[in-house]
T-cell receptor
Framework: EDKVVQSPLSLVVHEGDTVTLNCSYEVTNFRSLLWYKQEKKAPTFLFMLTSSGIEKKSGRLSSILDKKELSSILNITATQTGDSAIYLCAVGEPYSNYQLIWGAGTKLIIKP | NAGVTQTPKFQVLKTGQSMTLQCAQDMNHNSMYWYRQDPGMGLRLIYYSASEGTTDKGEVPNGYNVSRLNKREFSLRLESAAPSQTSVYFC????????????FGQGTRLTVV
């Protein structure tokens, strides 16, 4: 059965710390891995990683895909209270009408 | 989120009542999805529609029906609501056959008492 597992489930750090969130997957046919940030409402898109784009960076956030290890990490440096959110990972399969398989998320709390 | 409009935002139903959640998009995307999100369980796919006039079951379709009448609109219906359907529901859209992210509506918080 296809699945996506995120770790840790929750994390509390202080402002200024660096955090690393993990996402591992087992899918029959991998197409892409996506990271989303969810605050109080709908998930908002952060990054998409594919075989042709295994590393992405935007400001203090960066993400790497490791296709050998079937995993990805999301790094956030110099964390701010506004980074507090649930971070979701999803994997897309090419032969299933682009259904996304979602992890349960990591709840990140940044203390001032 | 721009492009995906979901209504209502909140709803309380009594067990056995019915309701329809509406989703409309103006991004001209092919595929549309309905998810439910429960604490600690991530997003679970209820139904999806790859194109106008077609629908398919997702991971948790029982107790729900959907309708894709045109390219813009995809509705989710609960015929006889149950407390187990208390959840947050999200409509999402994506481009089929391309590597692109999914865009979400703002969600509907549904409580069934």
């Amino acid at each position: 059965e296809d699945k996506v597992v995120q770790s840790p489930l929750s994390l509390v750090v202080h402002e200024g710390d660096t955090v690393t969130l993990n996402c591992s997957y087992e899918v029959t046919n991998f197409r892409s891995l996506l990271w989303y940030k969810q605050e109080k409402k709908a998930p908002t898109f952060l990054f998409m990683l594919t075989s042709s784009g295994i590393e992405k960076k935007s400001g203090r956030l960066s993400s790497i895909l490791d296709k050998k290890e079937l995993s990805s990490i999301l790094n956030i440096t110099a964390t701010q209270t506004g980074d507090s959110a649930i971070y979701l990972c999803a994997v897309g399969e090419p032969y299933s009408n682009y259904q996304l398989i979602w992890g349960a998320g990591t709840k990140l709390i940044i203390k001032p | 989120n721009a492009g995906v409009t979901q209504t209502p935002k909140f709803q309380v139903l009594k067990t056995g009542q019915s309701m329809t959640l509406q989703c409309a998009q103006d991004m001209n995307h092919n595929s549309m999805y309905w998810y439910r999100q429960d604490p600690g369980m991530g997003l679970r796919l209820i139904y999806y529609s790859a194109s106008e006039g077609t629908t398919d079951k997702g991971e948790v379709p029982n107790g729900y029906n959907v309708s894709r009448l045109n390219k813009r609109e995809f509705s989710l219906r609960l015929e006889s609501a149950a407390p187990s359907q208390t959840s947050v529901y999200f409509c999402a859209i994506a481009l089929l056959d391309t590597n692109t992210e999914a865009f979400f509506g703002q969600g509907t918080r549904l409580t069934v008492v």
